[in-house]
Structures are given as C-alpha cells and as structure tokens.
C-alpha cells in the first residue's frame, strides 16, 4: 500500500485519466473529489462488502431452495 500525506487543495493522479482532490480536512473526515472517466466504476468499500454480503445470502437462500 502506497501511503501518500496531502493537503486541502492537494491532487493524486491515478495514471493518465484518474485525478483525487483531497477537497475538505475536518477533526474526523477526510472529503475527497475524483476526476475519473464516466466508465470506471468508483464505490465506497462500505457499498461492496454489503453488496458481496447480500450476494451471500441470497446464494445461500437459493441453495437451501434446491435442497428443501
């Protein structure tokens, strides 16, 4: 993992077409911009991890189907 210190105002580019901005600094929060082609996907880990635990659930509900 590449650990970067910027400042409010301060950019990270991410190859040729991938900028982040860090926008705001508060006591707990970091507030980020990213400049990104409309066709790269950018989520929240947050979202995945629910995402990949409702995937789960319903493979195992659906496996529990079959085998009632």
């Known amino acids: 993992m590449l650990v970067l210190s910027r400042k409010s105002g301060e950019r990270i ?4 077409d991938v900028a982040i901005t860090v926008v705001r600094i508060g006591p707990n929060t970091v507030r980020l ?3 990104a082609p409309r066709d790269l996907s950018i989520l929240r880990e947050e979202l995945c991890e629910d ?8 493979s195992s509900q659906d496996a529990s189907a079959i085998a009632g």
């Open 13 to 16: 580019r991410i190859g040729e």
């Open 33 to 35: 911009g990213i400049e």
């Open 51 to 58: 995402a990949e635990a409702g995937e789960r659930d319903s």
